[in-house]
């Protein structure tokens, strides 16, 4: 992974292995980009290729024992949470699949940009018998329309672009060849906004949200790991699809 500069933007570029599967490393290195972002006054996430994140690392998350992946859920709360109350406005240019944890990731963002091309967002863990923790369903709940979570969350879609922009997951749907320029005209214009203006109006929007995320954390993770374990046999026949 590695970070630029465009002016006052942080572009955050998401280059970790094939698909940007999201495991320990993944997360580590993600907050080594959060970690540079200096004085930026607004940031975009992109991944490359045609992926964006394809989620967790299921083959090497379902050899893990209980504890580990209880403190994996611990690591990947907070590192969405900490995307989340970026003090600086965030652009995600979800430049292809984004699914599950890389829709979450997507989520995060304060807009979401989509490329228009043969690719799938949403959050699929039911469909894998799997739940959703606190991080995830607030944020959500905070992100699209009321009328769309059951669909998103419950029934575990997967959406194209038109059918994500339709259902709010994303705020745009842009030619391909165009969405790092959109996204970088987006983050141009936030970061020309008063920055104080901004944080307080971002900070008084989220801080609610993150305050309910981290009341209910403990107690759902716990219940998201026991769903994670319950699924496993699930799991391993998805882990040997994809190893085809």
């Not at 991944?47 to 083959?59: E, I, Q, V, Y």
């Not at 944890?101 to 018998?129: F, K, M, P, S, Y």
């Amino acid at each position: 992974m590695r970070i630029e500069r465009q002016g006052e933007v942080a572009v955050l570029r998401l280059e970790s292995g094939k698909v940007n599967a999201i495991g320990p490393a993944f997360l580590e290195q993600l907050n080594g980009l959060l970690d540079g972002l200096g004085e930026a006054k607004a940031a975009v996430v992109i991944g490359r290729g045609n992926t964006f994140s394809a989620g967790l690392d299921l083959p090497a998350l379902v050899e893990l024992e209980k504890p580990a992946m209880r403190a994996f859920i611990g690591q990947f709360n907070a590192t969405m949470l900490r995307l989340f109350e970026l003090p600086i406005p965030l652009v995600a240019a979800v430049n292809g699949h984004a699914i599950a944890g890389g829709c979450v990731l997507a989520l995060q963002a304060d807009l979401r940009l989509l490329a228009d091309r043969d690719a799938r967002i949403g959050l699929n863990e039911t469909q894998l018998g799997i739940g959703l923790p606190a991080v995830v369903l607030e944020t959500l709940r905070c992100q699209v329309p009321p009328q769309s979570l059951a669909l998103i969350a419950l029934e575990g879609r997967l959406f194209s672009p038109r059918d994500a922009l339709q259902v709010g997951l994303v705020h745009e749907v842009v030619p391909e060849a165009e969405l790092f320029d959109k996204a970088l005209a987006r983050a141009q214009a936030l970061a020309a906004l008063w920055p104080a203006g901004v944080r307080q109006v971002k900070s008084a929007l989220r801080a609610p949200v993150a305050a309910r995320i981290r009341e209910m954390d403990a107690a759902q993770s716990d219940k998201w790991v026991e769903s994670w374990l319950s699924a496993e046999p699930i799991l391993r026949a998805t882990v040997a699809r994809l190893k085809k």
